[in-house]
């Protein structure tokens, strides 16, 4: 079965610098991953979606980079605030399997000041 | 209208109560989703429905019963819930098709106890 894996639990940053997530998933690639951000009692959030033929993804501060070779994706926040305190989810979403987007563990982000 | 709504909030149920949870979209997307979400762990798909119809079942127990009335709405039934079935549930919303650069739209959930 697919196992996808976030492997900081927990990442603390200070202020201002680029926080930087990895999304690592094991078997074959996904048709496209996408990253959620997920506040304390609520519901995930989408922030970036990126396809299996694209490198690469930009959005305001966020960056998001996609290596099928490695089996990778690394979420980055640049200049990165308090208020981006919370927990990110990748997730995946494999050809062939319809409608089902499936999550990794989730990396929790603190940045302080 | 961008958002997902939920009711209840929260809930708390015994073991022999039967209750439903509740979401409702109108942003037109065809599919609607039930997600299980444990403290500090990642949500676990339940169910997956597109254009009305049950199109996933994730060998989730018989007493977790959806239903989707029309395109909108997307219900939950409980009924003889164990303890260990406490969670936050998730509703979500999304276009059935690859062909977007748009993710799922999630409610905030409900909380839901198990007594």
């Known amino acids: 079965s697919q196992k996808i894996e976030q492997n900081s639990e927990a990442l603390n940053i200070q202020e201002g610098k680029t926080a930087t997530l990895t999304c690592n998933y094991t078997n074959y690639s996904p048709a496209y991953l996408q990253w959620y951000r997920q506040d304390p009692g609520r519901g995930p959030v989408f922030l970036l979606l990126i396809r299996e033929n694209e490198k690469e993804k930009r959005k305001e501060r966020l960056k998001v980079t996609f290596d099928t070779t490695l089996k990778q994706s690394l979420f980055h926040i640049t200049a990165s605030q308090p208020a981006d305190s919370a927990t990110y989810l990748c997730a995946l979403k494999y050809t062939g399997t319809a409608s089902k987007l499936t999550f990794g563990t989730g990396t929790r982000l603190q940045v302080t000041l | 209208d961008t958002e997902v709504t939920q009711t209840p909030k929260h809930l708390v149920m015994g073991m022999t109560n039967k209750k439903s949870l509740k979401c409702e979209q109108h942003m037109g997307h065809r599919a609607m989703y039930w997600y299980k979400q444990k403290a500090k762990k990642p949500p676990e798909l339940m169910f997956v429905?597109?254009?009305?119809?049950?199109?996933i079942n994730e060998s989730v127990p018989s007493r977790f019963s959806p239903e989707c009335p029309n395109s909108s709405l997307l219900n939950l039934h409980l009924h003889a819930l164990q303890p260990e079935d406490s969670a936050l549930y998730l509703c979500?919303?999304?276009?059935?098709?690859?062909?977007?650069?748009?993710?799922?739209?999630f409610g905030s959930g409900t909380r839901l106890t198990v007594v």
């Open positions: 979500a919303s999304s276009q059935p098709t690859n062909r977007t650069d748009y993710g799922y739209t």
């Open positions: 429905y597109s254009y009305e119809k049950l199109s």
